[in-house]
Structure formats: structure tokens, C-alpha cells
């Protein structure tokens, strides 16, 4: 069946036609049918817009001097994750002169790194943007053995992980393996297995002592502390600290070692010990109302001194981020005990692996606290949730869809927002009210 044409404006590139070395392309306004993508036919094209240049028959690279490696630094920090990079702000962040960064545009688009976009206005042509082509080529440019010593850190950080099972040691591994990985600096991709092992490993242990005996400088985590915070969350969370670790534990209960018996109501709110004490517990005495496992340091507190309905009779122990050492033997030893283990973290990514961690040492008899979707919804502060941490979630529901606490995770997408503990204390029902706390069990 025939129809009447309805052309409507829109801008198309032209296909690409060879020029010497280069290869060619413009941007023009045509009229094109909606229906059946036919052109409106015209007198005289319209004029071009703007055009997009490559090579064909690539050139040999230039020598780097420093102005040119300043250039294909800015380019490459610019570019990473967009389309078009612009030219002015990079003629901006590079500090040289606006002529000489075209210059060196130019000689990187006739080694085939790139594509310069031009717009056209009558005769002039101004140069508006720079797609990257080549990101290796360019970076071997501007960092010349920096590909090789990526690929060497990324197979010595994949094969030092291997066999370890702890959800950073996931994270981190599965961003071994992903795209993203050919962007990370050597030195961050060698971080980053050193604190998923120590993690992994559960122990304590000051930043700079860490730094020393892994990566052979005692400053190294401190340089790279902002991007590995960016990926992995706050470092003290890893059990990565300042200075050397303790061990929290208030609430009722007791614990015996070598022959002393320590009754923790005797010495309230809660005590201290070094973290090698937890190795050498004789016995624990838990309470009847059993073991209850707190991520941040306020409400571990408030647990402590019976401020919080349906924690005033438990054990209470300080996770501190992702349990270490002690907490988890604390959690297996409850587990021998047969007493109630229960989880209470943020409602967030970290604190739904926090509960999954302590789930699995407990021989999958913990369950969680105040962390389920209701508990979300009824809070009355919530943070929002940024890109990286709702890109986090989805790749954790897709390789976990079935792990405890997925309809957690699910409405943290749902409802953009994550919930600190914290932010639950105005609504709970203090110890000895009338209403109780709800348990998810």
C-alpha cells in the first residue's frame, strides 16, 4: 500500500570516502520519511556540519617529548568512558598552548590512535572533539611499558587469589576480570590483591605494616588509599587500620581463658582485647538470648548498654567493617554452642556481604538483624545511592541472585537509597518498652 511521505530533520554521517592517508566523513541535516526512510530529494545538498577524519595508512610514532606525553596523559585520563573527549578542556588541563596541542591531535590521528571531529562553518573547519581508537598504543606512548608490567600484576594478583573465598576477594577478582581492569595502574591492580588476601585472611593490621611487608614501601596504600576507598569501601572496614587492633565484646556472657573466667557484666559497657586473644579462649560462655554481631561502633555501643530492645541480653561483638579473626571464631564457637547468632550492618552492599560472610562461619545459622526491605522503606534517613554503588549491586545479584538478603538488595535498587545503622536507632524501641523489635529470622 502506498503512503504520503512525512519527512522529518535529523543529522546523519555520510559513509566514510578515502583522502591520501586519511579516511573522511561528514555530518549533514537531511529530510528523511519516518515510515519508509526515504530522502527527500533536494536541489543542492545541505552544507556539512562537521567531519570526522582517521588515518588509513598509519604513520610511525613520534618521539615522546614531554610536551607530547602531557598531551596523550591528559587525553587518556580525559577520554576513558566517553564518546567524544572535547578539545578545550584539554587544551585546559594540559597548560600548553592551544596550537600546540592540535599540533600533536594531528600527528597522534596520523599514527592511528585517534579520530579528530571537526566543525565546519563555510570555509574554516575548528577542531571539536577527539575519539580515542588506540588506548594500548597511547598509553605505551605515554607510559612506555606500563601495558606489560598490567598484564604481569594482573596474572600475579589473579593467581594469588586463587582458591580464596571472601566476598571482596569476589569483587576484586571479578574486576580482574572485567574491561575495566585495562585502565587500572599496575601498582592499583597489585593493591588491590593485597587487600583482598589480607582481608580474605581475616587478621588486623596497621596500613604502613601492611604497606612494608606486601608491597616493599610502607606508603604505598596511603597513595593509593582514595582509588582503592573508590572500589572497595573505607580500608578500616578491612580490618586495615592506623594502629594495632582490638577486639570488642560487651553485653552478657562470659569468657574463659587460661583459667580465668571474665564475666562481661562486671566490666561494662563492653572490654578490649588484643585480637590474638580470641585464638586462645578456653571456653565461651554465651547467654541464653545468644550472639549478636554489629558492624559500627555507635550502635555496637548502644547494644552494649542495653539501649536497644532484643539486644540487652545477647553477647555483643564489634565487627568493625568485615569481621576479622576474632569476631568469626567468636561466630564459630556459638555455632558449637547451638545459641542464637544474629547480624546487624548497614543496609548496603557492605553489610549485606558482611552478614553473608558471618552466615557462612556460622555454618548457616546466623541470620540478620533490622536489614530487611521493611527495615529500609521505615528509616527515616537514607543516603542516596551513587552509579558505582547501584552498578556494585547489580553485578552482585546477577552472580548471586539466590544469596541471603537479595530482596535487600533489590529494594536498595528500587528505592535508589541506603540505610546506616544509625539511622534505625530513632525508631527502635528502647530495652524494657512495650513494642518489640521485629527479628527477621
Known sequence: MTHQCSYRQRSEWSDWEVDGPLRVRTLRKVFRCSRCGKERPRRQPGRPEKREREAVRTEAPPLATREARRVAEHLLSRARGRTVCGVRGLIGKSGLPGSLVEE??????????????????GSRAELAG??????ASLEEFCHPGREAARARALSAAVAGLGGLHHPIVHQVRDLLHSPEADSLAPELISALAVVARHAASGDACARR??????????KALDRL??????????LEKLNIREGGSVFLVGGRGGIECRGQLLRLSRLPPFV?????????LDKVHFPPAGLLVVENMTTFEA????E????????VAWAAGFPGRSVLRLVELAARAGVDIRVWADIDLSGVRIFRLVHDRSGRQASPWHMSPRDLVAAPVALPLSARQARAIEADLRAHPQEPLSDTLEAILQHRCWVEQEALMSILPPAGGNQRSSTRR
Not at 578490649?272 to 586462645?280: M, R
Not at 536497644?308 to 553477647?315: H, I, L
Open 303 to 306: 547494644c552494649c548498654r542495653r
Open 209 to 218: 605494616v601492611l604497606s612494608a611487608r606486601e608491597l616493599g614501601d610502607s
Open 308 to 315: 536497644v530492645e532484643g539486644a540487652a541480653d545477647t553477647m
Open 225 to 234: 588509599s582514595g582509588q582503592l576507598e573508590r572500589i572497595l569501601g573505607p
Open 130 to 135: 577527539v575519539l580515542v581508537r588506540d588506548f
Open 104 to 121: 600533536w591531535l594531528e600527528t597522534f590521528m596520523r599514527c592511528g590512535w585517534i579520530r579528530l571531529r571537526e566543525r565546519l562553518a
Open 272 to 280: 578490649g582485647l588484643a585480637s590474638d586473644t580470641a585464638s586462645i
